[in-house]
């Protein structure tokens, strides 16, 4: 895969990011239409977290950021989180409870995949860019069927090979924090 930036005075720092963890959370972001008016969690704060934080900001979604970190809070808001939940913290999450449109999960350890499907809104998508090396537990069928929410995998840097995803990333992403 090659990405081709096509001004000079953008800054590889900024860029170097956007070759992995970039793509890897700009696409279904893409895909799934995140942006103005959409609600859009991003699950782990952590290198792929980041980033999709970024991007969703970056594209105008309202962002929910999910840890289950109390130190991970203030970065997360750093990074454009209009809000950040911590997953263990059950209040926290019954409050956002069938409210969003898209989330994408990043984490790559096991974890309870209902806690987040719970969130989505009727025609959701909960999406996985974070692989485990064990797999998830089977997710609550019943709860999918009924309210048409859907679990997909996302793994298509297609959509990130053209000189106009490039000048969407380079303005936006002036300050990677590393």
């Not at 963890?21 to 704060?45: C, D, E, M, N």
């Not at 952590?46 to 289950?68: D, N, P, Q």
């Not at 999406?127 to 797999?135: R, S, Y």
Request: with cysteine; net charge positive; glycine share 8%.
């Amino acid at each position: 895969m090659f990405l081709r930036i096509r001004h000079p005075q953008e800054q590889l720092a900024a860029v170097a990011p956007l070759l992995c963890a970039g793509i890897t959370t700009y696409s279904p972001l893409r895909h799934w239409q995140a942006g103005p008016g959409k609600k859009v969690g991003v699950v782990g704060i952590g290198g792929l977290g980041h980033m999709g934080i970024k991007l969703a900001h970056a594209m105008g979604a309202h962002v929910v950021a999910f840890t289950t970190s109390e130190s991970k809070r203030e970065a997360a808001k750093a990074l454009g989180a209009d809000e950040v939940v911590n997953s263990r913290n059950a209040d926290e999450m019954v409050a956002h409870v069938k409210s969003f449109d898209f989330i994408l999960n990043t984490v790559a350890a096991p974890h309870n995949l209902d806690d987040f499907t719970t969130l989505l809104k009727r025609d959701g998508t909960i999406t996985l860019v974070g692989a485990p090396a064990t797999p998830h537990k089977s997710p609550e069928v019943f709860n999918l069927i009924m309210k048409r929410r859907a679990i997909a995998g996302f793994y298509d840097w297609r959509h990130s090979r053209n000189s106009g995803d490039a000048r969407f990333f380079a303005p936006n992403m002036a300050s990677w924090l590393i």
